[in-house]
T-cell receptor
Framework: EAGVVQSPRYKIIEKKQPVAFWCNPISGHNTLYWYLQNLGQGPELLIRYENEEAVDDSQLPKDRFSAERLKGVDSTLKIQPAELGDSAVYLC????????????FGPGTRLTVL | KQEVTQIPAALSVPEGENLVLNCSFTDSAIYNLQWFRQDPGKGLTSLLLIQSSQREQTSGRLNASLDKSSGRSTLYIAASQPGDSATYLCAVLGYQGKLIFGTGTRLQVFP
């Protein structure tokens, strides 16, 4: 069974440029999460989807970050414009529906903003 | 607000040693606790998941314990190997359905 797929794995951009990350969850997983991991820190939740609906986006900086999961499968996380402080690893995870099911993580996208 | 702390932040040991990694959390109202491994440049691999009603879980050379009342968990690694070198993250799942991570313990096992 394929795991969570993310692309690109690495991205280098200049500040003020837009960037987008893509995630394909494990087949059959209706719940999808985006996490931000700063260097030397644990991941922090940005947004959680149940199918197409964002059920928790309280930690998403909505002035520059946006996310979508239009068909309830793949998801895209976008930053526009990127700032130096956005350099981090962006992790996607998925689980079966519900609040308390085990989450499975993708390899992440490492973003560097110059 | 739930806070998760991991001690030590870094650990370097010779091969063959038995190790204990510590995790503490401030709110004992958790649904489960999970230990992850993260290799450089890689995602998170789940090692062990302990439900709140359980005291411990074992997988191979790994054993994780949970004392929910005191807000503590330990990950025991027996007979460490260089391949165990990685960052180990502890995370608790609260009843709000949110997974809260510690900052990790970076482990290096040298031959």
């Amino acid at each position: 069974e394929a795991g969570v797929v993310q692309s690109p794995r690495y991205k280098i951009i200049e500040k003020k440029q837009p960037v987008a990350f893509w995630c394909n969850p494990i087949s059959g997983h209706n719940t999808l999460y985006w996490y931000l991991q700063n260097l030397g820190q644990g991941p922090e939740l940005l947004i959680r989807y149940e199918n197409e609906e964002a059920v928790d986006d309280s930690q998403l900086p909505k002035d520059r970050f946006s996310a979508e999961r239009l068909k309830g499968v793949d998801s895209t996380l976008k930053i526009q414009p990127a700032e130096l402080g956005d350099s981090a690893v962006y992790l996607c995870a998925s689980s079966t529906s519900g609040d308390y099911n085990e989450q499975f993580f993708g390899p992440g996208t490492r973003l560097t903003v110059l | 607000k739930q806070e998760v702390t991991q001690i030590p932040a870094a650990l370097s040991v010779p091969e063959g040693e038995n190790l204990v990694l510590n995790c503490s959390f401030t709110d004992s109202a958790i649904y489960n606790l999970q230990w992850f491994r993260q290799d450089p440049g890689k995602g998170l691999t789940s090692l062990l998941l302990i439900q709140s009603s359980q005291r411990e879980q074992t997988s191979g050379r790994l054993n994780a314990s949970l004392d929910k009342s005191s807000g503590r968990s330990t990950l025991y690694i027996a007979a460490s190997q260089p391949g165990d070198s990685a960052t180990y993250l502890c995370a608790v799942l609260g009843y709000q359905g949110k997974l809260i991570f510690g900052t990790g313990t970076r482990l290096q096992v040298f031959p």
